[in-house]
């Protein structure tokens, strides 16, 4: 399917897709840093003491104390790439919906892809500062200290991220399907994304609903890179896409 813009003029601003493939590459480095992609028991002995899982919340507060103690660089390192992650989450957030005003769209779901994405790279900013003050020394030798922040990484990265960045993939989408300025496809993809990431909601009061954050987050990056990358710059450009 082919849809043509009839504006003219190309819009000004840096390219959201680098600043997606940026963001995802940051975030992504940092998880590196304190979780394995190996279950336990096909770790080495040697590996599993240098890099275990990062502790889930059903942990004993003993082995989330623990982590902390023993892994405060591979911690600093998470929150240090975590926080820079923030930085092009929240340009790419302005650049997309400056670029939505720009081609004509005139719909509240602009502005509300604008609130989801600030409130998600400011808490993916905050989660990353309470990360680094656990990984301060001292800090960690308190257990009790230790844990209530972990407690509040684990919100504010978890489905504070998933709420708001379902907010900002929906209000981009539907601007872009009602405009026909995104593929059905990646459309279709974002709205999925959307609802799934506003059901994550329930995992504040449903622990079996904690899936769906990360089925929120890992599928996002790839949403953004496309939706950068395929958002129309230049007023009158052609925005191809298979049809359903």
Request: proline fraction near 7%.
């Amino acid at each position: 399917m082919t849809t043509t813009i009839q504006h003219k003029g190309g819009h000004r601003g840096p390219h959201p897709g680098v600043l997606a493939i940026i963001y995802a590459l940051l975030f992504n480095l940092g998880l590196c840093f304190v979780i394995s992609f190996r279950p336990p028991e096909h770790l080495a002995a040697s590996e599993a003491a240098v890099r275990p899982y990062f502790p889930g919340p059903w942990e004993s507060t003993e082995t989330i104390v623990n982590y902390f103690q023993t892994h405060s660089h591979s911690v600093l390192m998470c929150a240090f790439l975590q926080f820079g992650a923030a930085i092009p989450l929240g340009i790419f957030t302005a650049t997309m919906v400056s670029r939505l005003r720009f081609l004509g769209v005139r719909a509240a779901g602009a502005y509300i892809a604008l609130f989801g994405g600030l409130m998600t790279a400011f808490n993916i900013a905050i989660s990353a500062l309470v990360l680094w003050v656990m990984a301060y020394p001292g800090i960690a030798e308190d257990s009790g200290v230790v844990r209530a922040l972990y407690y509040v990484v684990f919100a504010i990265g978890g489905v504070g991220f998933s709420v708001p960045m379902g907010l900002l993939i929906a209000g981009i989408s539907i601007p872009a399907l009602m405009a026909k300025l995104l593929p059905k496809w990646l459309i279709v993809f974002g709205l999925t994304l959307g609802v799934i990431g506003e059901l994550s909601f329930f995992s504040l009061v449903i622990p079996g609903a904690l899936f769906l954050i990360p089925l929120t987050r890992f599928p996002s990056f790839i949403w953004l890179i496309f939706a950068g990358f395929k958002l129309p710059r230049r007023a009158g450009a052609e925005v191809a896409g298979p049809s359903f």
